[in-house]
């Protein structure tokens, strides 16, 4: 059987850990960076067998910084006859600038507090959401392969439009990392003045705080290139903050008390993941003739808030289209099934136990 070929351009953290979770998995990696060191030490440490790119690789994983991304995928679109994807944090602009049926960009949502082949992780991605954000112009060939490959690493595909992704990851990542330097200045400021405050920061602080410890040097980046979606985003928690203020200045105790609940039970409704086998109902959905119908799967599911925790495509009875089988909540799944009935899809469904 023939050895399962992958490349990566990037091998920083995000990249490393992508080198580490295929060889694990028995896949034979190339691989390149612009820092030579880099390269000599992903060679000693695991994460790469070789060297350059394989222009006959079954994918390539473009890891460079968000502003180096969109000119790295058109060199590997070049130089190789396989799929490529990326793991920048933004995708408005990539998108815009790529227009192959054999992109389609990509986003996982992990990483770690230690910086490049220091945190590199094999199970990094495991349990992990990994966004692919498909356009026109992706394949449903290349949109299946790469969420096929992204499913053996561990994560959970989510798909979502390319302008979509950006504003999402707005309010869940890029504000919230801001809102955590902004809450560790203002507390490293009144360090000065009482030198006991971040001796007494214990549990709810370090939490909160914890992703500022995050490598600051591609913050600049996305904050120039999603900026727009984060200020939208500042702007609503300066407001949300603006109220919070004037609610405990006029002891609101009831408006208080209402916030706090909506937000602990917005907290625990937050999405979690159906482990046991009679929490999942199996959706067979036969793949229209047309173009992007793979992907628009995977794109209502995120719409609907719907989680697929397993797929695969297989071929059909019909001919040569194919059939996708995906695993969902099994309380989620009448609320897809109504959802791909109205969109023209043919879905069956049936509950695991």
């Not at 006959?56 to 910084?65: D, G, K, R």
Request: hydrophobic share 45%; with cysteine; net charge negative.
């Amino acid at each position: 059987m023939t050895q399962r070929r992958a490349n990566i351009i990037g091998l920083g953290l995000i990249g490393g850990s992508i080198g580490l979770a295929l060889r694990e998995r028995n896949w034979y990696v190339n691989g390149d960076d612009n820092d030579q060191s880099r390269v000599d030490r992903a060679l000693m440490v695991g994460v790469l067998d070789e060297q350059g790119l394989f222009d006959a690789a079954e994918i390539t994983f473009v890891a460079t910084p968000v502003l180096t991304v969109a000119d790295q995928v058109k060199r590997a679109l070049g130089e190789t006859s396989g799929f490529v994807t990326d793991v920048g944090s933004v995708k408005g602009a990539i998108a815009a600038s790529i227009e192959d049926p054999r992109f389609v960009g990509g986003h996982p949502m992990a990483g770690s507090e230690l910086e490049g082949l220091d945190g590199a992780d094999a199970t990094m991605f495991t349990g992990a959401v990994w966004v692919l954000t498909p356009t026109a112009d992706t394949s449903d060939t290349t949109f299946a392969a790469v969420a096929s490959i992204v499913a053996e690493l561990g994560a959970d595909v989510v798909a979502l439009h390319p302008d979509r992704h950006d504003q999402v990851v707005a309010v869940v990542s890029h504000v919230p990392h801001l809102a955590a330097a902004a809450l560790m200045g203002l507390a490293s400021e009144r360090a000065e003045e009482n030198a006991a405050l971040l001796r007494l920061a214990a549990g709810g602080f370090r939490d909160m705080t914890r992703i500022a410890s995050g490598h600051p040097g591609i913050w600049l980046d996305i904050c120039a290139e999603n900026r727009d979606a984060i200020l939208d985003g500042l702007d609503g928690l300066i407001d949300g903050l603006r109220r919070m203020r004037e609610i405990v200045r006029d002891d609101d105790r009831a408006a208080l008390h209402e916030r706090l609940r909506r937000a602990r039970d917005a907290r625990t409704n937050l999405p979690t993941m159906a482990t046991q086998p009679n929490q999942l109902a199996e959706v067979r959905i036969p793949i229209p003739d047309r173009p992007g119908a793979a992907a628009e799967v995977f794109t209502l599911a995120a719409e609907l808030g719907v989680n697929i925790s397993s797929f695969e495509v297989v071929h059909s009875v019909e001919g040569s289209r194919g059939v996708a089988i995906v695993l969902v909540d099994v309380m989620s799944a009448e609320l897809f099934r109504g959802g791909l009935l109205a969109r023209g899809f043919r879905p069956a469904v049936q509950r695991l136990d």
